[in-house]
């Protein structure tokens, strides 16, 4: 089993920026990732870390403006999110996939956190 914590959301101006944590606890998984789902829509991966932290992926609408990052002695996976968009807005998760392989599927991932609100206002 992996816990998984989030925090970090809030209400931003466009621009503007904010880190969201993410405290894991229990077994080790392999990969974790950010994945956003805005009212109405699918939910959507944002980015994803290796266990070791050496490999990162980001999706191409946050490329440039968003980070994943890790901190092991931590257990704990940020995501630095600058030049906020409206767009950006969403309820954001943290997940972990207990498999070897990367994904960016949210079907792949095992364990998944409760979610913080992001609000980004024009």
């Known amino acids: 089993q992996v816990q998984l914590v989030e925090s970090g959301g809030g209400l931003v101006q466009a621009g503007g920026s904010l880190r969201l944590s993410c405290a894991a606890s229990?077994?080790?998984?392999?990969?974790y990732a950010w994945f956003r789902q805005a009212p109405g829509k699918e939910r959507e991966f944002v980015a994803a870390?290796?266990?070791?932290?050496?490999?990162?992926y980001h999706a191409d609408s946050v490329k440039g403006r968003f980070t994943i990052s890790r901190d092991n002695a931590k257990n704990t996976v940020y995501l630095q999110m600058n030049s906020l968009k409206p767009e950006d807005t969403a309820v954001y998760y943290c997940?972990?996939?207990?498999?070897?392989?990367?994904?960016?599927?949210?079907?792949?991932?095992?364990?998944w956190g409760q979610g913080t609100q992001v609000t980004v206002s024009s």
């Open positions: 870390i290796s266990w070791s932290g050496f490999t990162t």
């Open positions: 229990g077994r080790t998984a392999s990969w």
């Open positions: 997940a972990a996939k207990v498999g070897n392989y990367y994904s960016d599927s949210a079907r792949a991932y095992d364990y």
